[in-house]
């Protein structure tokens, strides 16, 4: 028999009906139960548990910085939400299966400075195109940027309304004088009741009383959505009014040698002392083309989206069926791809176009200004008409 089990004390109360349990033996030898035992090995039991899930915790650590980092690593880079840095290309330059355009870009460094050139076109012999039938809008012109010459011309030097194509200007002595692209603009309620009395001001909709743009994003909504409250906010920024504005406007037409054109708006509604031509129409959009914010703000045309206003945002010009349709292939076996444009729309020139296009094997620009009617005589052209004259003259005319 086992020597060490210690000996039983007599009971004290009547046995219990279930066998009791025999005490334990102590690994020492001791006759007494070992609790020292039982509670250092939970001890160690919890030890080992924590220092697992430390480990754990560690581990998971280390995977989720390998993958993620502490970045946004789903930022894109400046060519997945912009035009790319040479301004020939969207904000969202990016294919079917590409993600979702980013929240926010920034482009734009302002002041921008316009190359100095002479931008008015002189006149190719034999340009007059105006026997030319094919051509329904009622002026119209070509200019070969290189050259500077006018390779067709329709009522080119004639007195036009150029409705919304105003606004070329308009971003051109925005970039040319605004101080930052990130300072803040604030809709009040002044622009919306200008907003109410000028029924036929094209606008988006998406601002309000109290919504804040950047001078980016504003200039970015002239272009994609051709908004007059964001003309009307560029103008109070830069000069204090849209008046003081609009001198700077036609400041501007004057240092570009313009004799055919005078301002009265930022946005191109109705007057009639508010005019220009088609020839320094092309010269106005040739310069903008020359000011490198200019040329990214014109040559944008998809998935531009202003963080807490709206977006993605497409350009009329690009994206309007009765324009390029989502496809700015001139196409006709030209070669020619529209790389920045701005439409147009008033009572009586009706649907005005202005663009510019690269002919992709020599790399030559044009610009090509078409105006659907000078009085309210003519027939009207609405914007389908109007895109195909456009389509029609580079084709037929730019490559010789």
């Given at each position: 028999?086992n020597?060490n089990l210690?000996?039983?004390?007599?009971?004290?109360?009547?046995p219990?009906?279930?066998?009791?349990?025999?005490?334990?033996?102590s690994?020492?030898?001791?006759g007494?139960?070992?609790h020292?035992?039982k509670?250092?090995?939970?001890f160690v039991?919890?030890?080992m548990i924590t220092?697992?899930l430390?480990?754990?915790?560690?581990?998971?650590?280390?995977?989720?910085?390998?993958?993620?980092?502490f970045?946004d690593?789903?930022?894109?880079s400046?060519?997945g939400g912009?035009n790319g840095?040479?301004g020939?290309k969207?904000?969202?330059e990016?294919?079917?299966s590409?993600?979702?355009?980013p929240?926010?870009?920034?482009f734009?460094?302002?002041p921008?400075?316009?190359?100095?050139?002479?931008y008015?076109?002189?006149?190719a012999?034999?340009a007059?195109?105006?026997?030319?039938?094919?051509?329904?809008?009622?002026?119209?012109?070509?200019?070969?940027v290189?050259?500077?010459?006018?390779m067709?011309?329709?009522?080119a030097d004639?007195r036009?309304?150029?409705a919304?194509m105003?606004?070329?200007?308009t971003?051109?002595?925005?970039?040319?004088n605004?101080?930052?692209a990130?300072?803040?603009?604030?809709?009040?309620?002044?622009h919306?009741n200008?907003?109410a009395a000028?029924k036929?001001?094209s606008?988006?909709?998406?601002?309000?009383v109290?919504?804040?743009?950047?001078v980016?994003?504003?200039l970015?909504?002239?272009?994609?959505q051709?908004d007059?409250?964001?003309?009307?906010?560029?103008a109070?920024?830069?000069?204090?009014s849209?008046?003081?504005?609009v001198a700077?406007?036609?400041?501007?037409?004057?240092s570009?040698?313009?004799t055919?054109?005078?301002?009265?708006?930022?946005?191109g509604?109705?007057h009639?002392?508010?005019?220009?031509?088609?020839r320094?129409?092309?010269a106005?959009?040739t310069?903008?083309?020359?000011?490198?914010?200019?040329?990214t703000?014109?040559?944008s045309?998809?998935?531009?989206t202003?963080?807490?206003?709206?977006g993605?945002?497409?350009?009329t010009?690009?994206?309007d069926?009765?324009?390029?349709n989502?496809?700015?292939?001139?196409?006709?076996g030209?070669q020619?791809?529209?790389?920045?444009?701005?439409?147009?729309w008033?009572?009586i020139p009706?649907?005005?176009?202005?663009t510019?296009?690269?002919?992709?094997?020599?790399g030559?620009t044009?610009?090509c200004?078409t105006v659907?009617?000078?009085s309210?005589?003519?027939?009207l052209?609405n914007?389908?008409?109007?895109t195909?004259d456009?389509?029609y003259?580079?084709k037929?005319y730019?490559?010789?």
């Amino acid at each position: 028999m086992n020597q060490n089990l210690p000996t039983q004390r007599p009971p004290q109360r009547p046995p219990s009906r279930l066998p009791q349990r025999p005490p334990q033996r102590s690994p020492q030898g001791s006759g007494k139960p070992n609790h020292k035992s039982k509670y250092g090995t939970a001890f160690v039991m919890v030890l080992m548990i924590t220092v697992a899930l430390l480990v754990v915790s560690l581990i998971a650590l280390c995977v989720a910085l390998a993958v993620g980092g502490f970045g946004d690593a789903s930022q894109p880079s400046s060519d997945g939400g912009g035009n790319g840095g040479d301004g020939t290309k969207a904000p969202t330059e990016q294919t079917a299966s590409s993600t979702t355009p980013p929240v926010k870009a920034k482009f734009l460094t302002l002041p921008s400075t316009t190359a100095a050139g002479n931008y008015r076109s002189t006149t190719a012999a034999n340009a007059d195109v105006s026997s030319d039938s094919s051509i329904k809008s009622a002026a119209a012109i070509l200019v070969d940027v290189s050259s500077g010459q006018a390779m067709a011309t329709k009522e080119a030097d004639t007195r036009i309304y150029p409705a919304s194509m105003t606004k070329v200007m308009t971003v051109l002595v925005v970039c040319e004088n605004a101080k930052s692209a990130t300072d803040k603009l604030t809709v009040t309620q002044e622009h919306m009741n200008k907003l109410a009395a000028n029924k036929d001001a094209s606008v988006w909709g998406g601002l309000g009383v109290g919504t804040t743009l950047t001078v980016e994003d504003a200039l970015f909504l002239v272009n994609y959505q051709s908004d007059s409250l964001a003309c009307w906010l560029l103008a109070d920024y830069i000069a204090g009014s849209e008046e003081a504005f609009v001198a700077k406007m036609n400041q501007r037409a004057q240092s570009l040698g313009l004799t055919g054109t005078h301002f009265e708006n930022t946005t191109g509604l109705h007057h009639d002392n508010h005019y220009t031509t088609c020839r320094d129409m092309a010269a106005i959009m040739t310069a903008a083309m020359n000011n490198p914010a200019a040329k990214t703000v014109l040559s944008s045309y998809k998935g531009y989206t202003i963080a807490g206003v709206g977006g993605p945002f497409y350009a009329t010009w690009y994206s309007d069926k009765g324009r390029l349709n989502d496809n700015n292939s001139v196409g006709g076996g030209s070669q020619m791809t529209v790389i920045a444009g701005k439409t147009g729309w008033e009572t009586i020139p009706t649907s005005c176009f202005v663009t510019v296009a690269k002919h992709e094997p020599t790399g030559k620009t044009y610009v090509c200004v078409t105006v659907g009617r000078i009085s309210s005589s003519q027939t009207l052209i609405n914007n389908e008409t109007s895109t195909n004259d456009t389509k029609y003259l580079y084709k037929t005319y730019a490559v010789q």
